[in-house]
Each structure stands twice: as structure tokens, then as C-alpha cells.
């Protein structure tokens, strides 16, 4: 075989594989995008919360959300606005989130601290929960569509 034919099969083998490889590594950059937007949206959830800022938090809850005790978008909304009557300052730590991901469709299990009072020395009240969500991603991204949650003792 001639040098020229060896050159010329490792171009076709070369560019073989780079079509095989491609479209599993932007489908491996995609899937690490979506898990980056998801975890952006949550962060921006929690930061909402502190900053005083309902209209962020709820952008990330979807109108057709349901949660713990059937609790709807709207109780979410009226449940927000009345903490943050009770509590001049807002704080919530997040452990860290357990991730699964099926297309457009997530879980996320987390341990979240919540804590409020009058914002001038020690919180009023503390409490642990454990918060099972599910997410959507759509037109407006990641929204939650459901979540339940339990105080951890």
C-alpha cells in the first residue's frame, strides 16, 4: 500500500470517528448545561428569598405547581408573602442537591436550614427540612412542579 492510501484511510478513520464522537460530546455539554441551569435556578430561588424579592422566587415555580398538603402556585406565593411580613430578615442554607435528570424532567433531594426574626442578632427561629422536588425545563426554564418536604429533627 502506497503512503498516500495509508494517509488518506487515516483521514476517512479520523473523520469517522470525529462524526461518531461529536454528537456525544455536545450531548454530554448540553446535559452538563441543563444540570448547570438547574442548579442556577435554585441558587437564584434561595438567594430571592434572602434578597426580599417574591417576584424572583416565584418565577421559578411553575403555575401548574402542586405541593405538600396540596398546596398550589398561589399558596406558594401568599405563603412567601406572609414570612417575609413575619420575618424582616430571611436566611436558608442549602446541603448539598442530589441531582437525577431525565430530559427535560429532574429530582432534586436536598437538606435546607431556614431561619427568620428581626434581622438584629440571633434568628428567632431555625428549622431543618428535607425537600424532595421535581422540576420541568421549558420556554422559561427550569421551573419546580412539585415538591414535598419534612422537618429533620
Not at 441551569?37 to 422566587?57: N, V
Not at 427568620?116 to 421549558?138: C, F, L, Y
Amino acid at each position: 500500500m502506497s503512503r498516500q492510501g495509508s494517509l488518506s484511510r487515516r483521514r476517512w478513520l479520523a473523520a469517522g470517528l470525529s462524526a461518531c464522537v461529536l454528537p456525544l460530546a455536545l450531548a454530554a455539554c448540553s446535559q452538563d448545561d441543563a444540570d448547570a441551569r438547574l442548579r442556577l435556578r435554585i441558587e437564584d430561588m434561595r438567594d430571592a428569598i434572602g434578597d426580599r424579592k417574591p417576584r424572583a422566587f416565584m418565577a421559578g415555580v411553575a403555575p401548574d405547581f402542586i405541593g405538600t398538603d396540596g398546596l398550589d402556585h398561589d399558596g406558594v406565593q401568599q405563603l412567601l408573602r406572609l414570612h417575609m411580613l413575619r420575618n424582616a430578615k430571611i436566611g436558608i442554607t442549602l446541603g448539598p442537591l442530589s441531582v437525577e435528570r431525565e430530559g427535560a424532567q429532574a429530582r432534586v433531594v436536598f437538606k435546607a436550614m431556614l431561619s427568620g426574626g428581626d434581622g438584629a442578632g440571633w434568628p428567632d427561629a431555625i428549622r431543618g427540612w428535607t425537600v424532595h422536588s421535581g422540576w420541568r425545563d421549558g420556554d422559561a426554564g427550569w421551573q419546580l412542579l412539585q415538591a414535598s418536604w419534612k422537618p429533620v429533627y
